[in-house]
């Protein structure tokens, strides 16, 4: 059974930083990408970066130059480095994974992002 754990969330002021880190296990087969979402209630979940074996990482417009995506293959291991935090940026944040192995997509339980004063 793969399991996604996510760590890091909580409350920080305007122009904060935490680092949300997530760790996988349980899958015979590697990950073809790793990457974080995030949700506020009554929306859709949106990707927010994600890092794939073919290329660089990918961020949505509004994180570029705030977050930076890192990833440890060999420990099945994403991290979200988030900077400069915005109250926009408050939502519960997803880690995402998805399996070599019929593309097969896992899903963390989320942790709390709030950003307030």
């Known amino acids: 059974q793969v399991q996604l754990v996510e760590s890091g969330g909580g409350l920080v002021q305007p122009g904060g930083s935490l680092r949300l880190s997530c760790a996988a296990s349980?899958?015979?087969?590697?990950?073809?990408?790793m990457g974080w979402y995030r949700q506020t209630p009554g929306k859709q979940r949106d990707m927010v970066a994600i890092?794939?074996?073919?290329?660089?990482?990918a961020y949505t417009d509004s994180v570029k130059g705030r977050f930076t995506i890192s990833r440890d293959s060999a420990k099945n291991m994403v991290s979200l480095q988030t900077n400069s935090l915005k109250p926009d940026d408050t939502a519960v944040y997803y880690c995402?994974?998805?399996?070599?192995?019929?593309?097969?997509?896992?899903w963390g339980q989320g942790t709390q992002v709030t950003v307030s004063s």
């Open positions: 349980g899958s015979p087969f590697s990950f073809s990408s």
């Open positions: 890092i794939s074996n073919l290329g660089g990482p």
């Open positions: 995402n994974a998805r399996s070599s192995f019929r593309g097969t997509t896992y």
